[in-house]
């Protein structure tokens, strides 16, 4: 399985755009880059999926590298409800599996 | 917006008994999912089910692991003899169609074993 790597934690103040890092250097051709997130005492929630182009929708926008190697998250203005861990994770289409397969993700805080 | 729901919120059970954690999954989806989180670590897949039967299991999803669609609206995992180590949060989820369809999960059952 093509790995991701996160920062551990990161920090926001209310109503200021997060962009959350994830760098994934060994992505295939036909992996699928999925953002999840748990929020405390909650399952894990979808968020976004991309392959190559640029997506938005109305929780994030997930900006793809050109070269596929890194990701990005981004949250527009970061609510307290936002304050979660988030996971970024290869879904890989030609494989014969769809189980997902989560790191450690980033903490986000949110300030008020 | 439809969601997964799971029962109990909490289960308290003795080392050595047996536990049935149920789910009622979105209805019109297609393939369900078990998951779960030993306090402070990772998410970890234990099994996948499509179709009435198992299509991927993981290591930890062993011979006391058992999952059963009983009817068309539930999904239960059930633990033959619960051990210590069993003790965790237990995720269902389900989604609509294979690989890239998002997976929707539910709070989850927390096992505690004694």
């Known amino acids: 399985d093509a790995k991701t790597t996160q920062p551990n934690s990161m920090e926001s103040n209310e109503e200021e755009p997060v962009h959350l890092p994830c760098n994934h250097s060994t992505i295939s051709g036909t992996d699928y880059i999925h953002w999840y997130r748990q929020l405390p005492s909650q399952g894990p929630e979808y968020v976004i999926h991309g392959l190559t182009s640029n997506v938005n929708n109305r929780m994030a926008s997930l900006a793809i590298a050109e070269d596929r190697k890194s990701s990005t998250l981004i949250l527009h203005r970061a609510t307290l409800r936002d304050a979660a861990v988030y996971y970024c994770?290869?879904?890989?289409?030609?494989?014969?599996?769809?189980?997902?397969?989560f790191g450690t993700g980033t903490r986000l805080q949110v300030f008020p | 917006e439809p969601e997964v729901t799971q029962t109990p919120s909490h289960q308290v059970t003795q080392m050595g008994q047996e536990v049935i954690l149920r789910c009622v999954p979105i209805s019109n989806h297609l393939y369900f999912y078990w998951y779960r989180q030993i306090l402070g670590q990772k998410v970890e897949f234990l099994v996948s089910?499509?179709?009435?039967?198992?299509?991927?299991k993981s290591e930890i999803f062993d011979d006391q692991f058992s999952v059963e669609r009983p009817d068309g609206s539930n999904f239960t995992l059930k633990i033959r003899s619960t051990k210590l180590e069993d003790s965790a949060m237990y995720f269902c989820?389900?989604?609509?169609?294979?690989?890239?369809?998002?997976?929707?999960f539910g709070d989850g059952t927390r096992l505690s074993i004694l």
């Open positions: 089910f499509y179709n009435n039967e198992i299509s991927e």
């Open positions: 994770i290869l879904r890989d289409a030609a494989y014969n599996t769809d189980k997902l397969i």
């Open positions: 989820a389900s989604s609509a169609d294979y690989s890239n369809q998002p997976q929707h």
